[in-house]
């Protein structure tokens, strides 16, 4: 299914440091043609400068820069700026990984990957941001949502989800009567790809909708749109 058109909450200011000039192309093209403003550059310091003036919405970050190493780039960037960042790196492992997202990192992308993989994530990352700045309590019907909290109350009885179903709970609530493909939500609640991983999110379905009382056969907050993805909605606007 192709991605829906952007909408205007849905545009970034986006900058890509990256020195390899095929992947910064193909990376500026794609996220270009979803609508966002990119501005791109070939090197650490180069970058820095460009993400101090501009003052982007997010950077994609790889770490084998030609000038400085991009982990220490990162970190300089955590000096001067709260802004988004999206590590896309051939390093792979537990360790660059963890040493990543502990300097500050919002997400990491392991090369070589596709277009589609670098959009998922960049919709992750913002609309996690979004949810950040959000009101902290969701009502939906009955469904009262505290993120600060993170509790969950049904018609004013406590629900125990775990903290996967509430991440799963809290994106279908900010996108509440917009259907949200299983793609999204792997990349958004679990930080993966789609391939393989349809069966994680509907067993995690399936145990949200137990424990707010339904089944996928008899809904009444989350519904399922077959071929397509699901949705959360007040009982009776479906």
Not at 40 to 49: D, V
Not at 75 to 80: E, G, H, I, K, P
Not at 148 to 163: F, H, I, K, Q, Y
Request: aromatic content about 2%; overall charge negative; cysteine-free.
């Amino acid at each position: 299914m192709a991605p829906s058109a952007p909408t205007l909450s849905d545009v970034a200011a986006i900058i890509v440091i990256e020195d390899d000039p095929h992947i910064r192309r193909l990376a500026a093209d794609a996220l270009a043609d979803r609508g966002h403003h990119v501005e791109t550059a070939a090197a650490a310091l180069e970058g820095l400068k460009l993400v101090v003036a501009s003052k982007p919405d997010l950077v994609i970050l790889d770490l084998g820069l030609p000038d400085l190493d991009g982990a220490e780039l990162l970190r300089m960037l955590r000096a001067v700026s709260n802004v988004a960042v999206i590590v896309a790196t051939a390093r792979e492992g537990d360790e660059h990984v963890v040493a990543a997202l502990d300097a500050g990192a919002d997400d990491y992308l392991v090369k070589p990957y596709s277009t589609a993989q670098l959009e998922a994530r960049v919709r992750a990352v913002l609309r996690r941001g979004e949810s950040t700045a959000a009101d902290p309590i969701v009502e939906v019907g009955e469904l009262r949502i505290d993120r600060g909290a993170r509790e969950v109350t049904l018609a004013g009885e406590s629900v125990d989800l775990s903290p996967k179903e509430f991440d799963l709970l809290v994106l279908l609530a900010d996108r509440v009567g917009e259907v949200v493909s299983k793609r999204d939500i792997l990349a958004e609640v679990w930080r993966q790809p789609y391939g393989g991983g349809d069966r994680t999110v509907d067993v995690h379905l399936s145990s949200l909708r137990s424990k707010l009382g339904e089944s996928a056969a008899h809904s009444r907050y989350v519904h399922t749109v077959h071929g397509v993805g699901v949705k959360l909605v007040p009982p009776g606007e479906d």
